[in-house]
């Protein structure tokens, strides 16, 4: 499209009467947008529940596992002063 035919196009449109908007367009947006607000609000929680599980579990896991400490050895060393 060239650029004087969108001008003409943007002033036709603009010279219109804008479209009515529906009188519960209003409450049903601040609905919508309180519904999505809470379902972030519960979303961050079960993340953040699952992180502190997932950090709970490691921390347990770790002082009963103990992967720091060398494992016994399952072989006698050998002797070698008799």
């Known amino acids: 499209m060239r ?4 001008d003409a196009m ?3 449109m603009l010279e219109q009467t804008p479209p009515t908007v529906p009188p519960d367009l209003y409450p049903e947006a601040v609905r919508r947008g309180i519904r999505m607000l809470r379902r972030g ?4 929680r079960v993340l953040w529940l699952a992180l502190l599980a997932a950090a709970l579990a490691f921390v347990i896991w770790a002082s009963v596992a103990r992967p720091w400490v060398e494992p016994p050895s399952t072989t006698t060393p050998p002797v070698s002063d008799w």
């Open 3 to 6: 650029v004087p035919d969108r």
């Open 10 to 12: 943007v002033r036709r």
């Open 41 to 44: 609000t519960a979303t961050r």
